[in-house]
């Protein structure tokens, strides 16, 4: 059974750096891409990064000075660094399994909650 | 970047009626077209991937068409466990989404 679940904490403070974990199960992170998505309040959907199965990584280029997306096989882990948080990245943030050539996201976690507030 | 016009913006119809959500690619995507289910739960589920397959345990009320720039979603009969907000996203790197459709039951 395919299951993603992001772990992190729910408040940080602006200009501090967001920690987010993803642990999956029932795949391999080195048969399987694994994507990081974010939602803001009221607004749509933005593809943050991904790690690809021989664990080299792509970027959104508006993250990508911030941003940074690793992985720990052993323990079915991957991780979402993003540094100089500001308000603007309050936003419910989710992992998901991107599992054809062409980006598609078979599978989706239940989403994290972060807020950037003082 | 790829930028994905998604319309309309919101829908109301009505339980049994056709209902169809179009997306429109600023580029050929040749058929690279992923249609999504976002629940008010936050939970998002895959419907449709490469345009037209329906991903299994999807129902077959959701069917999607399109090809070049041009794609569209249609649910045949709808349910009230519709309601949601549907989300386009094209396939190319960086992957792109629609700014949604929110369907509500008339």
């Known amino acids: 059974q395919v299951q993603l679940k992001e772990s992190g904490p729910g408040l940080v403070q602006p200009s501090q750096t967001l920690s987010l974990t993803c642990t999956v199960s029932g795949f391999s992170l080195t048969s399987y891409h694994v994507s990081w998505v974010r939602q803001p309040p009221g607004k749509g959907l933005e593809w943050m990064g991904v790690i690809w199965t021989g664990g080299s990584t792509a970027y959104n280029s508006l993250l990508k000075s911030r941003l940074s997306i690793s992985r720990d096989i052993s323990k079915s882990q991957v991780f979402l660094k993003m540094n100089s948080l500001q308000t603007e990245d309050t936003a419910t943030y989710y992992c998901?399994?991107?599992?054809?050539?062409?980006?598609?996201?078979?599978?989706w976690g239940q989403g994290v909650m972060v807020t950037v507030s003082s | 970047d790829i930028k994905m016009t998604q319309s309309p913006s919101s829908l109301s119809a009505s339980l049994g009626e056709r209902v169809t959500i179009s997306c429109r690619a600023s580029e050929n995507i040749n058929n690279y077209l992923s249609w999504y289910q976002k629940k008010e739960d936050g939970s998002v589920k895959l419907l449709i991937y490469h345009t037209s397959r329906l991903q299994p345990g999807a129902p077959s009320r959701f069917s999607g068409s399109g090809s070049g720039k041009d794609y569209s979603l249609t649910i045949s009969g709808l349910e009230s466990e519709d309601i949601a907000t549907y989300y386009c996203?094209?396939?190319?790197?960086?992957?792109?989404f629609g700014s949604g459709t929110k369907l509500e039951i008339k």
């Open positions: 998901a399994r991107d599992w054809t050539a062409a980006h598609s996201f078979d599978y």
């Open positions: 996203q094209q396939g190319y790197t960086p992957p792109t």
